[in-house]
C-alpha cells in the first residue's frame, strides 16, 4: 500500500507533502474545503480514499494568525475538530486501515518557558486559547478506538520554508522594521483575560525562545515516523537548536541584508498586530521544546542550523 491520504492539502506544509510524494510515485489523494481531490463534505469519498491507504496526514484548520474575535475562535475549534473526526470515522469503517495517522498539533500546547525546556516527557502543559484549541486537537485525534492504526501528534514548532511565517517577517526586516519584538506591558480587557486571550507580559528585552524547524525536516520526520513503529502519541517536531527572538530576528535580518532592525516595543507589536488582523501571543510567548522523541530515535536534521535554514528558505 503506498497511498497518501493528506487532508487540510492545500496549506503550506500539504503543498510540500503533495509534491514530495508525487515525485516519489506514490498515490495521492487530497482533501481540502476546496482546490482538492474530495471536500470535507464527502464522507464517503474520504472513507473510500482511506481504506487501503498506506498514510493518513491531517493538516487541517484555520489558520491562528488572525484576531481572536468570538467568530474566529470558534472557527479555529471547529475546523480542527470537524475535520479530525471525519479522519478518525473514515479510519474507524476502514476494512483495510492505514498503519500510521499523523494529525498536526502544535508546540504552543506548552506553557510559556523561560525557565527550561519542554519535551514530551517532561512538558507542562500551558493555559489559555491557544492551549486548549491544542489539547482539544489531540483529544479528537485519540477519541476513537482503532486498534490497527498508530496514531501520532506532530507538535510543530514554526515552520520555516518559502512560505508560512517567514514571509511577513522577511518583509518587515527589508524595510528596516525586523528588529527584535520586545514584551512588555499592554492593557488586556476582562472579556480577553476570560476567553483565554490575554497576553500578560513576559520575557523581556526579546529573550522570548524561539523554536523553529524547516520544512524539510517536517517531511523527514513523517517518513521516520513511517519506518518506525515505536512512536505513537505526542513527537515534538522542532530542531535541536531553539534559539530567543533577539537571535532569530537577527538572523532574519542577515538572510535579508537588512543593515537596521530597531527593536519593537510592545505598543508598536499591538498596534501592527491590530493592523494586519493577526495577535502577538504568536511572537511573545516563550516556546523552549526540544525534539526528545526525534532524538533518541536518531533522526538527523537536515536544517540543524538557523542561518543554513533560513538561506534555504528564502532561496527556495
Not at 9 to 34: M, N, P, W
Not at 82 to 94: G, N, P
Not at 174 to 184: A, E, P, S
Request: glycine share 10%; net charge positive; charged share 25%.
Amino acid at each position: 500500500m503506498t497511498r497518501v491520504v493528506i487532508g487540510g492539502s492545500t496549506g503550506f506544509i500539504g503543498r510540500h507533502l503533495q509534491q514530495k510524494y508525487r515525485a516519489e510515485g506514490r498515490d495521492v489523494v487530497t482533501i481540502s474545503r476546496s482546490g482538492a481531490d474530495l471536500s470535507w463534505s464527502d464522507q464517503s469519498g474520504i472513507d473510500a480514499a482511506v481504506d487501503g491507504a498506506a498514510l493518513v496526514v491531517g493538516l487541517a484548520g484555520k489558520s491562528v494568525s488572525c484576531r481572536y474575535t468570538p467568530d474566529n475562535r470558534s472557527e479555529i475549534f471547529r475546523s480542527r475538530l470537524e475535520t479530525t473526526a471525519a479522519l478518525s470515522t473514515a479510519i474507524s469503517r476502514a476494512s483495510a486501515p492505514p498503519a500510521l495517522w499523523v494529525n498536526s498539533s502544535t508546540a504552543t500546547i506548552y506553557r510559556h518557558a523561560e525557565d527550561r525546556a519542554m519535551t514530551e516527557s517532561t512538558g507542562e502543559l500551558g493555559t489559555g486559547f491557544s492551549v486548549e484549541v491544542a489539547k482539544a486537537w489531540e483529544r479528537a485525534l485519540m477519541a476513537d478506538a482503532l486498534p490497527a492504526t498508530r496514531r501520532v501528534a506532530l507538535r510543530t514548532a514554526i515552520v520555516l520554508g518559502d512560505d508560512g511565517v517567514l514571509g511577513p517577517l522577511q518583509r518587515l526586516a527589508r524595510i528596516g522594521l525586523g528588529g527584535t519584538q520586545r514584551d512588555g506591558w499592554w492593557p488586556v480587557s476582562a472579556s480577553r483575560c476570560a476567553a483565554g486571550t490575554a497576553h500578560l507580559p513576559g520575557a523581556r528585552g526579546g529573550r522570548q525562545r524561539f523554536s523553529w524547524i524547516h520544512v524539510d525536516d517536517v517531511l523527514g520526520i513523517i517518513d521516520l515516523l513511517e519506518e518506525h513503529p515505536e512512536f505513537d502519541g505526542p513527537v515534538n517536531a522542532c530542531t535541536t537548536h531553539p534559539v530567543d527572538n533577539r537571535t532569530f530576528m537577527a538572523a532574519v535580518r542577515r538572510a535579508v541584508g537588512a543593515r537596521i532592525g530597531p527593536p519593537m516595543p510592545r505598543w508598536m507589536l499591538e498596534l501592527g498586530a491590530m493592523g494586519i488582523r493577526t495577535e502577538t501571543e504568536l511572537i511573545l510567548k516563550s516556546r523552549w521544546v526540544l525534539p526528545e522523541k526525534l532524538v533518541a530515535a536518531g533522526y538527523r536534521f537536515r536544517h540543524p542550523d538557523l542561518d543554513e535554514a533560513l538561506r534555504a528558505s528564502l532561496t527556495a
